[in-house]
């Protein structure tokens, strides 16, 4: 009742009325315009134990203008799996305070992926510990992780978090079926990586979480991370990849040194950065 009471008669496009002793649409009104019998919407918002279908939901939501986090909320009402949340907002919503938010969390790297694992901003840790922006390097986290052989061969836990990772990936394509971005990249790192079709067929799938990660640096040796993957409610496009350093190591220390002005000289005489 509060969502109808929003939306006007002129908002939903109907003519102009006599008097109303309330504001916004009438229940009537509201299933005329998502094409549902009136008696079957009264029942609905009286949250009787009808059967509803997403396709009914959904036009009811269009005439309310529901917000994303409201339809879904309403698919729980209804008994029914939410659909998979989508972005309200245009592709610059957030970036900035984002990238503010993973530039504070120097000296630890972190990076920030769209919905396909592209890298689209990163901190300056990340790009020197995780060659995020390196010439030659895939934008791509997943294509990375299996092409760029820096990488591979400074990773100690490679072999033991690929599978892992194919199968975190997995979870994400899963939850898009259809989507042509993802077959585009299954079928692009098909093409050049035999230990990623390996792991593709095994078909594990994961939900993201912590990922454990041991880096050997040339220049202050090794170094010990948990990996998190963060999700923005507002942004679901996007995820935050966060590094911290695992205690009982002096990965921290190391880390201050490489970002530091000296690390940085460093850096610019290292081979292969």
Same mark, same amino acid.
């Given at each position: 009742?509060?969502?109808?009471?929003?939306?006007?008669?002129?908002?939903?496009?109907?003519?102009?009325?006599g008097r109303r002793r309330t504001p916004g649409l009438r229940r009537e009104e509201v299933a005329?315009?998502?094409?549902?019998?009136?008696?079957?919407?009264?029942?609905?918002?009286?949250?009787?134990?009808?059967?509803?279908?997403?396709?009914?939901?959904?036009?009811?939501?269009?005439?309310?203008?529901?917000? @994303?986090?409201?339809? !879904?909320?309403?698919?729980?009402?209804?008994?029914? +799996?939410? &659909?998979?949340?989508? $972005?309200?907002?245009? =592709?610059?919503?957030?970036?900035?305070?984002?990238?503010?938010?993973?530039?504070?969390?120097?000296?630890?790297?972190?990076?920030?992926?769209?919905?396909?694992?592209?890298?689209?901003?990163?901190?300056?840790?990340?790009?020197?510990?995780?060659?995020?922006?390196?010439?030659?390097?895939?934008?791509?986290?997943?294509?990375?992780?299996?092409? @760029?052989?820096?990488? !591979?061969?400074?990773?100690?836990?490679?072999?033991? +978090?690929? &599978?892992?990772?194919? $199968?975190?990936?997995? =979870?994400?394509?899963?939850?898009?079926?259809g989507d042509e971005g993802f077959e585009a990249l299954v079928d692009e790192l098909s093409s050049?990586?035999?230990?990623?079709?390996?792991?593709?067929?095994?078909?594990?799938?994961?939900?993201?979480?912590?990922?454990?990660?041991?880096?050997?640096?040339?220049?202050?040796?090794?170094?010990?991370?948990?990996?998190?993957?963060?999700?923005?409610?507002?942004?679901?496009?996007?995820?935050?990849?966060?590094?911290?350093?695992?205690?009982?190591?002096?990965?921290?220390?190391?880390?201050?040194?490489?970002?530091?002005?000296?690390?940085?000289?460093?850096?610019?005489?290292?081979?292969?950065?």
């Open positions: 009742m509060s969502r109808r009471a929003r939306v006007s008669p002129a908002e939903a496009g109907l003519p102009a009325g005329v315009l998502a094409g549902v019998g009136a008696s079957w919407y009264q029942w609905l918002e009286q949250g009787r134990d009808i059967s509803v279908s997403p396709q009914v939901l959904d036009a009811v939501g269009r005439v309310l203008r529901l917000r @994303d986090a409201e339809l !879904r909320h309403l698919y729980v009402l209804a008994g029914l +799996n939410p &659909p998979l949340p989508r $972005a309200e907002y245009g =592709a610059d919503h957030l970036r900035d305070g984002l990238q503010r938010l993973i530039d504070g969390w120097m000296p630890f790297p972190a990076h920030i992926m769209d919905v396909y694992w592209n890298s689209i901003a990163f901190n300056e840790a990340a790009k020197l510990v995780l060659r995020h922006g390196r010439p030659g390097v895939s934008s791509n986290c997943l294509i990375a992780f299996f092409t @760029d052989s820096v990488y !591979r061969a400074r990773a100690l836990s490679w072999e033991r +978090n690929a &599978p892992v990772v194919v $199968a975190q990936f997995r =979870a994400a394509y899963a939850q898009r079926p050049v990586s035999e230990d990623f079709v390996r792991l593709w067929a095994l078909r594990d799938i994961e939900d993201s979480g912590q990922i454990h990660k041991e880096l050997e640096h040339p220049l202050v040796g090794t170094l010990h991370f948990e990996s998190t993957k963060l999700r923005v409610p507002a942004r679901p496009d996007l995820s935050i990849a966060m590094h911290n350093p695992l205690p009982d190591s002096d990965t921290a220390a190391k880390m201050e040194w490489l970002t530091s002005p000296e690390g940085r000289r460093g850096h610019m005489y290292s081979v292969a950065g």
